[in-house]
């Protein structure tokens, strides 16, 4: 079975798009085309690259949602043709496509803030990356831990009380360490500019055998570190890789198109703030060229740690971002399905489509593929200084 390549308007918009203040970047071709900020108003695109050159810049003024709504901008036509396009072409200079919405921000990402995952890490370290081990290895945590670590808050007094029983029976792990301890796991996904956004390929290193997807909430958050907004994020991981040793996890994370981000970015206002954030439900559908059918789900209602917290252990007094921060928030999702084999589990294959949605922040579409098969990221810093230049959108600040 071949899954069509294409991806709707309806399920990449918020099921209240009518009141949500999206903001997303798209490449316009031509002698001064490049990437350009949109805004979706009804079905079309509309430029607001008057607003600011860059989206960390435009994050990083005061009231942005507000700014984003006032703008004025000519459209740049149907969102439809434009998810058309980028099906089709994906990051072809020569024809218009959409982009991650990040720019120059870095993109972090917390990790181990679900006991769910947190104990699927512990049997990738524990099966060193082997997934025909980690079925033996699942069944006898949970016969010992059960569901008891869902509800301890890290860093508590229960946490501590845990850790010692763990220890006392040789189960201590340097991801309990990280799940449970004060201090969050934050390292770095991907690059800036280095995400590719919906309706494209995202990379899967040839070497694993053992990898999923991660559907994630991702924050948008200001250089200040206030969190003005959020998107949808698949933190690509290589569990072979990262179960082999730790100090893989540069490799098992960070590779060629291995971070994708999108289809918006939702900005912050009286509908949509932390609340709303701290509450979304998302759900994953993958379908692979073989037939075979994966649904999935996380929710931001059972993280461990708060969004606000997970940003003051990544940026503050003791680290700054002056572009501002993407920031995965980690998951809940881990799959276990068998696909190929008994005790096999599930790992990805070419071609699959993966779909990771939520009500309020519309859908982020993708197909899995070889990572060095991927058209190579070429389009960096310097060039974008570069483009923006030539295009005249660099002033010097008011």
Known sequence: ????????????????????????????PGRLGGPTLVTVRGNELIDISALA???????????????VAAAKGASLGPLQEWLDDTCANGSDAARRHL????????????????????????????TRGDAAGAAA?????VEILGDSLSDVRPGSLEAQRIKQVLLAQGLWSQYLEVGLGPDAEIFT????????????GVGIHPASTWNNPEPEVVLAVSPTGEIVG?????DVNLRDFEGRSALLLGKAKDN??????????????????????????????????????LHGHSTMREISRAPQELVAHAMGAHHQYPDGMMLFCGTLFAPIEDRDEVDAGFTHRPGDRVSISADRLGGLVNWVQDCTTLPPWKFGIGALMHNLAQ????????
């Open 1 to 28: 079975m071949t899954t069509s390549r294409r991806v709707t308007a309806e399920e990449s918009l918020p099921a209240d798009v009518e009141r949500a203040r999206l903001v997303g970047r798209a490449w316009v």
């Open 53 to 67: 050159p860059t989206m960390a810049d435009l994050l990083s003024q005061p009231d942005c949602a507000a700014r």
């Open 99 to 126: 982009l991650a919405p990040n720019d120059l921000q870095v993109v972090k990402a917390a990790g181990v803030t679900f006991a769910a995952s947190m104990l699927e890490r512990v049997i990738e370290e524990r």
């Open 137 to 141: 290895v699942r069944a006898s945590l």
């Open 189 to 200: 996904k991907a690059a800036p500019l280095a995400s590719v956004g919906t309706g494209v």
């Open 230 to 234: 959020a998107a949808l994020g698949n």
């Open 256 to 293: 060629n198109a291995s971070c994708s981000i999108g289809p918006w970015i939702r900005l912050c206002d009286t509908h949509f703030g932390i609340e709303q954030i701290a509450a979304t439900d998302i759900t994953l559908t993958l379908e692979g060229e073989d037939g075979f059918v």
């Open 391 to 398: 295009r005249g959108l660099l002033h010097p600040p008011p």
